[in-house]
């Protein structure tokens, strides 16, 4: 009988605009574990638009909620929003996006967003430091490929890259897709993963790291950087920018 009813509700007012919000998705992943602990934004998708002038982040507990910088900031669409975060390593961290008290996460009419429990854990200490050195190889080398030092560049990559990309190919790449860039204004590290296989490759201990870069002429833009760890050295194994 419930489900008739309900059937029926829906029914007489099928629209769209009835239905409460709902959260379709987050940044670590609800439930994931060994996150980048210097993951500086957490990201929350809605299944519609929200008005950015109110919003309930609420505590589990005090120990588990993260340190928030700032208010939230919504996409120009309204279906996303970004927190800026400070995260500790081996720790895990729960946040109620809306809760049965506190319901400010709405809609562009006026509606609340059903309350959602989004929790990760971070990585230990080992990965930090882990990920802090293939971060500063990654670096090293990026600022190679910015003085267009191109053979450089591909001399410091490790060995499985060079034997599959000659290095007149690599120059050529390089100075067609970087030349169209412009100079690079601003480089910051989103977040890291830690890999063991990737497609195409040998098995071994990668990060995956991607930065937010911004060019004077091309404006911002993701670089994806790939360093292994190879004779105990983190050398850069692939490099993608979009």
């Given at each position: 009988m419930c489900f008739a009813a309900a059937c029926r509700g829906l029914a007489e007012d099928p629209t769209f605009s009835n239905l409460p919000p709902v959260v379709i998705g987050t940044f670590p992943v609800a439930g994931a574990k060994d996150v980048d602990p210097g993951l500086k934004r957490l990201k929350i998708a809605f299944s519609k638009k929200m008005t950015s002038d109110s919003y309930s982040l609420c505590m589990r507990e005090k120990e588990t909620f993260p340190e928030i910088d700032g208010a939230p900031k919504f996409s120009p669409n309204g279906r996303s929003c970004l927190l800026k975060v400070v995260l500790e390593p081996g720790k895990t961290y729960v946040i109620w996006i809306n809760s049965a008290?506190?319901?400010n996460f709405k809609d562009s009419d006026g509606h609340p967003v059903v309350p959602y429990l989004f929790s990760f854990r971070t990585a230990d200490k080992d990965f930090a430091e882990a990920r802090n050195k293939a971060a500063k190889a990654a670096?090293?080398?990026?600022?190679?490929?910015?003085?267009?030092?191109?053979?450089?560049?591909?001399k410091a990559?490790?060995?499985?890259?060079?034997?599959?990309?000659?290095?007149k190919i690599w120059d050529k790449q390089l100075d067609s897709v970087r030349g169209k860039l412009g100079e690079l204004v601003s480089r910051?590290?989103?977040?890291?993963?830690?890999?063991?296989k990737l497609p195409n490759a040998p098995k071994g201990k990668y990060f995956v790291?991607?930065?937010?870069a911004v060019y004077k002429k091309a404006g911002t833009r993701v670089e994806t950087?790939?360093?292994m760890l190879e004779n105990g050295e983190w050398k850069v194994s692939g490099y993608f920018i979009k």
């Open positions: 008290k506190a319901a670096e090293a080398w990026l600022k190679l490929v910015d003085d267009k030092k191109y053979s450089e560049s591909w990559t490790t060995d499985f890259f060079r034997k599959n990309v000659p290095e910051e590290l989103l977040y890291a993963t830690m890999e063991e790291l991607k930065f937010k950087v790939t360093p």
